[in-house]
């Protein structure tokens, strides 16, 4: 399966939840416009949060993202996916491996599992999204709120340091 | 307006004047008694007025 | 017109059969009913218009004695019975009123009336005792006590408050017309009338054979006279109208003073509203703009680990190595030429052939060099994308919680305001009324002067046709003749409206003067009265004036200044038995006035009333006893109790 084209399918349970995230919670107001937003974001929240989940095909209805959204976004798709690989000790641990897999096998034969703990880490992002946003809401205001903590809850474990990117960056050049 | 003493002129007509007073003398009178006595109706009173008028008027 | 006796039975509070006896001693003229409310003093002069009249002002019309109507069985009757004896211009009368009622056995009514009031009225002539005839019974009431006097001799002290209303818009028409009927100007009236009716009725006697134009003319006059007389009719409406809508924009002015506070509040509520509105509207760009900053939280969220895999890929050195713009086939090309691009030997086996081959792993295609450096711009892009994200997104959050707040206190502010606004009229409404009010009177004016404009071309227009029909009639004797009659009738007709309303202006001013003197006799306080053609009354203040007086006693005061003036005025009159006016005097039956004066009023009114009137029978409180005997003491002819056993209310008993 090559990731990052053509259509892209949502089911089961997760794609009820990707309904939901993408549904208007107030006025015209939604917290993800499109599908493709959500498929930006979860991956990284599921590893974040090291959450994954199994694919299941309950409940009745699918949702997909389009082939041009997909190929509009596919730099980012792929960014997430040579982070998530770089990052996984679990998955794999010598770190060469892992630079491999970033950027030499995506995309090949070899690259089989990768996807699919990939796929993985992008459902159970769901499943965080869903849990956080739009099951403990019930008002209007409730939405708004909820985000914010979890954004709030994010920035303070984790608030960092653009500098120091920067640096690293600029040294790698040297 | 007065042509001669005792004339008035009234709508083109002459009008002696003592006697239409005389006439308003005993109208006033009659009326008088009538508001006690309610003896006369209105339409015979209008016609007691008329036939004094006349006879007023035809008398030397 | 002397009151002797009233012989009441059975007659609302009276139970039984209950004489009361008037003093008519010159001297002594005054009659001291004493009575606690309740105990039937507006009954009794309620008594006399019922007497009379047959009228009563109760609600409640059944007038049979409660107390009577318990002891009655289902099926029986009893009468009411009310007997008023006096003398008028030296007869003696007797009038009668009776009134039968049936006990039935309906719970719902009680009491039914049974038939008709009987009323007859006796008088003495000659030791015999004569009855009215039927059909002069109403005229002879008329000249006994005309009904529309009787509610002025017989003094309701209750009515006070809608006479008092009446003069509070300085209204008296109902004074003007028992003024004209009281000081016997209805001879001039009625012969006004009559002379007027005589005209019109020569008109008729036109012979119309001789000359059909004449016929025409009158005609033309009559139709002339109808509209004349419709838009009369119309005018007088129209001046009813009037003061319904004046008193109604009056109305309409005080309420909407009273309530100027609810225009502000509305204001204030306005503005709230909007505010309200406008943060609803600034809450939703605020939620746009937040969300619109989540759009970089994949970059943002990724931020820890782009750190994290740029740490590592430095520490393990996987850094470019790659040499720019050379890749796999510039290698091979070198190695298959056995010369580097320094100019180097690169034969298999040596070391630069090795350190070449080696480089294969780091140029395209095989190296992933490049990637890793793509990475890496990747990575500064992204993190320059989500840099300021969680700032904006905070302040964004903030101005979203900020607007809630206010709109919370608009809210509440709202709510408080509209609480206050419930308890106003809508000062809005009360002005929209008004204002069509207001155009609903300019209409009435215009309608006014467009009537009487129209009225006064009509008569132009009749008198003109009326001129031409005189020439034609003169030419023919018989009309001619019915021209001349007609002519004395006129001039009888003008002497008579000259003379009237030069009368009427005398007794007018007269009545005015009368009503001052009167007035100051009894309060010494700087009012004058003033009295118009139309009988408005003007009260106005003198200049050494100005007083502590309500309004309500004020009006009690000129009302009474004023029927005091009207009674005095009739007696002097009495003299000139030769005039054209004939009238006679009256009694004055007063019901508990002294309650709504003070003290000094009271000495005034006390010392004032039997010098005015040849009778005065008056209904006092018991706690007013006292003041009645120190200011009257030595006018009183009768004293007579009423007294309710047990504080009953449906018993009372004289004595």
């Known amino acids: 399966m090559m990731l990052f084209q053509g259509q892209y399918w949502f089911y089961g349970t997760h794609a009820d939840k990707v309904k939901k995230l993408t549904a208007e919670f107030v006025g015209k107001h939604k917290l993800f416009s499109y599908n493709h937003e959500v498929y930006q974001l979860a991956p990284i929240v599921g590893y974040l949060y090291n959450r994954k989940a199994a694919q299941n095909r309950e409940g009745g209805s699918d949702t997909s993202i389009f082939p041009d959204q997909i190929s509009n976004n596919k730099d980012v798709f792929q960014f997430n996916y040579q982070l998530i690989m770089l990052l996984d000790v679990n998955h794999e641990a010598s770190f060469d491996a892992r630079v491999d897999k970033a950027f030499r096998f995506y995309g090949t034969d070899k690259a089989a599992m990768d996807e699919e703990l990939y796929e993985s880490y992008v459902r159970g992002g769901v499943d965080v999204l869903y849990e956080k946003l739009i099951e403990p809401s019930t008002s209007p205001d409730d939405y708004i709120k909820n985000l914010y903590e979890f954004m709030e809850d994010f920035e303070s474990r984790h608030g960092q340091n653009t500098k120091e990117i920067y640096d690293l960056c600029r040294i790698a050049r040297s | 307006m007065e042509t001669n003493i005792g004339e008035i002129t009234v709508n083109g007509v002459t009008v002696d004047k003592k006697k239409a007073d005389n006439v308003l003398r005993w109208l006033i009178r009659q009326e008088a008694e009538n508001v006690r006595t309610k003896a006369r109706s209105d339409v015979q009173m209008i016609s007691d007025i008329q036939k004094n008028i006349q006879e007023e008027v035809e008398r030397r | ?655």
């Open chain 3, 1 to 655: 017109m002397l009151l002797k006796s009233l012989k009441l039975k059975d007659f609302r509070q009276f139970k039984g059969e209950q004489t009361i006896v008037f003093s008519d001693d010159p001297e002594k003229n005054v009659t001291v009913i004493m009575g606690d409310n309740g105990t039937g003093k507006t009954t009794l002069a309620q008594a006399f218009t019922w007497c009379l009249y047959g009228e009563t002002d109760f609600d409640d019309k059944i007038l049979l004695c409660k107390a009577t109507l318990r002891d009655m069985l289902p099926g029986q009757t009893e009468k009411v019975r009310a007997e008023l004896t006096l003398t008028h211009k030296g007869t003696e009368y007797i009038i009668v009123s009776e009134q039968q009622y049936r006990k039935t056995d309906k719970s719902d009514k009680p009491v039914e009336v049974a038939g008709q009031r009987g009323f007859t009225i006796m008088y003495k002539q000659g030791g015999q005792v004569e009855y009215v005839k039927q059909s002069q019974l109403d005229g002879r009431m008329k000249e006994i006590l005309p009904f529309e006097l009787a509610r002025y001799f017989f003094f309701d002290g209750e009515r006070i408050t809608v006479m008092s209303k009446r003069l509070s818009q300085g209204k008296g028409d109902e004074f003007a017309r028992a003024v004209r009927s009281l000081l016997g100007l209805d001879a001039f009236t009625s012969a006004i009338d009559h002379l007027k009716k005589t005209i019109k009725d020569y008109d008729k006697k036109y012979d119309a054979r001789s000359d059909s134009k004449i016929e025409d003319y009158t005609y033309q006059i009559s139709n002339f006279e109808q509209t004349i007389e419709l838009i009369e009719m119309r005018l007088s409406e129209i001046a009813d109208e009037e003061v319904l809508v004046t008193e109604r924009i009056g109305d309409l002015q005080a309420a909407i003073e009273k309530n100027k506070k609810s225009e502000e509040l509305a204001e204030r509520e306005k503005k709230l509203i909007s505010r309200r509105d406008a943060l609803i509207v600034q809450k939703g760009r605020n939620i746009t703009g937040l969300l619109s900053a989540l759009k970089r939280a994949p970059a943002y969220f990724a931020k820890k680990m782009m750190r994290d895999s740029l740490q590592q890929l430095t520490k393990t050195g996987k850094t470019d190595k790659s040499v720019p713009f050379v890749n796999a086939e510039t290698i091979k090309y070198l190695i298959e030429r056995g010369r580097c691009i320094c100019g180097a030997e690169v034969c298999t086996g040596t070391d630069a052939c090795n350190t070449l081959t080696e480089l294969f792993s780091y140029v395209p295609p095989k190296s992933i060099g490049d990637s890793i450096a793509d990475f890496r711009e990747k990575c500064k892009e992204r993190v320059r994308i989500s840099e300021s994200m969680f700032d904006d997104f905070e302040a964004k959050y903030a101005d979203v919680c900020a607007c809630d707040s206010e709109y919370a206190e608009v809210l509440q502010d709202i709510a408080d305001v509209g609480k206050q606004l419930l308890g106003m009229d809508d000062v809005g409404k009360l002005q929209a009324d008004r204002k069509r009010y207001e155009t609903n009177l300019r209409g009435l004016h215009m309608e006014k002067s467009d009537c009487e404009r129209r009225m006064g071309g009509l008569e132009t227009e009749c008198k003109r046709v009326e001129t031409e029909r005189d020439k034609l009639t003169l030419k023919d004797d018989n009309n001619r003749r019915v021209t001349i009659y007609k002519a004395y009738a006129q001039y009888m007709y003008n002497t008579l409206l000259e003379q009237y309303a030069e009368e009427e202006r005398k007794i007018r001013e007269e009545l005015e003067e009368t009503v001052n003197d009167i007035f100051h006799s009894l309060f010494d306080e700087g009012f004058m009265l003033e009295l118009s053609e139309r009988y408005d009354v003007n009260v106005i203040l003198s200049d050494f004036g100005g007083s502590s007086e309500t309004s309500t006693a004020q009006n009690i005061s000129i009302i009474f200044a004023f029927i005091a003036g009207v009674i005095k005025m009739a007696r002097e009159s009495q003299k000139e038995e030769n005039g054209l006016l004939v009238t006679e005097p009256y009694p004055f039956v007063m019901d508990a006035p002294l309650s709504s004066f003070d003290k000094k009023r009271i000495e005034n009114v006390c010392d004032v009333l039997p010098r005015i009137a040849e009778q005065v029978i008056i209904f006092i409180k018991d706690t007013d006893g006292e003041i009645a005997e120190e200011h009257l003491g030595n006018r009183i002819g009768r004293r007579l109790t009423f007294h309710a056993p047990n504080n009953s209310k449906t018993e009372t008993y004289v004595s």
